[in-house]
């Protein structure tokens, strides 16, 4: 299917989405959400494909913020409705049940920063920058963004980057905890590409259920999330995976699972 602002691309079990508006820096408009939306939707009910690796087109910014021209005349209604819109393609990709790694290639500010959030693995080049630049607009994150970053990366370092809107470059983003691995620019989707790989090999029924545990982190209390942890644990143990799983671990060769 062909997209306005995106490129997507299925090969051996990986969707690749590249957002294409490099003359406006990636920049998130409504055609672009309502894109996300459809093709995530289509990757979710899609049985060939496990996991996804999202990135930006041209190698100066993922998605550098909402585009600015869509904010204007909005009022707190329309502004709510705008926000809620967002946040639901975010929520979608959150929860998507297959793994999402944002391939982060310069600029992830606004909007963008909160698009890469949501995903579940984020990789950075050497040259990404991340930033929540909305007070100096006189507004906050709408896209998730003042829910999602606290749980990452503690609610003291999000705080200071929401109220004084500061960028941090990509080595104190690893330093804090909100990228898995810095790269060259060059290496970006070869190394996002390798660590799809890497869970693609692996039982995809218990990667999914283990994406759901996780999340459930930010949704329940610890006892709440053990309790869920256990049940997901349960069936993964009644499934032909975990079977093959311990009977290669025991036979000393690599699983061939069937993800069923």
């Given at each position: ?104 290639n310069g600029y992830a500010l606004g909007g963008g920063m909160e ?60 330093r804090m905890g909100l990228v898995n691995a810095v790269v060259p ?66 036979e000393k060769r690599k699983a061939i699972f069937k993800n069923k």
């Amino acid at each position: 299917m062909k997209y306005e602002t995106l490129l997507v691309e299925k090969r051996d079990r990986i969707a690749f989405i590249t957002i294409n508006r490099p003359d406006k820096l990636n920049a998130l408009n409504a055609r672009t959400k309502s894109e996300l939306r459809e093709v995530f939707e289509n990757v979710r009910d899609d049985s060939e494909i496990d996991v996804v690796i999202l990135t930006g087109s041209g190698p100066k910014a993922f998605v550098a913020g909402t585009d600015i021209q869509e904010l204007t005349g909005l009022e707190e209604q329309s502004g709510k409705e705008f926000s809620e819109r967002g946040q639901a393609v975010l929520n979608l990709i959150e929860n998507l049940g297959k793994p999402v790694i944002a391939a982060v290639n310069g600029y992830a500010l606004g909007g963008g920063m909160e698009l890469a959030l949501a995903c579940h693995i984020r990789i950075a080049s050497e040259n990404a920058k991340f930033g929540q630049p909305e007070v100096a607009l006189g507004i906050i994150p709408g896209y998730g963004g003042t829910q999602r970053l606290g749980r990452l990366v503690g609610k003291g370092k999000a705080m200071e980057m929401i109220l004084t809107g500061d960028q941090i470059d990509a080595q104190e983003a690893l330093r804090m905890g909100l990228v898995n691995a810095v790269v060259p620019l060059a290496d970006l989707l070869n190394t996002a590409d390798s660590m799809a790989r890497k869970i693609i090999a692996k039982g995809q029924v218990a990667v999914r259920l283990a994406l759901r545990s996780v999340n459930a982190i930010d949704e329940s209390s610890f006892g709440a999330g053990q309790i869920l942890e256990s049940e997901l644990f349960g069936r993964c143990c009644s499934s032909e995976d975990f079977k093959e799983g311990i009977i290669a671990f025991l036979e000393k060769r690599k699983a061939i699972f069937k993800n069923k």
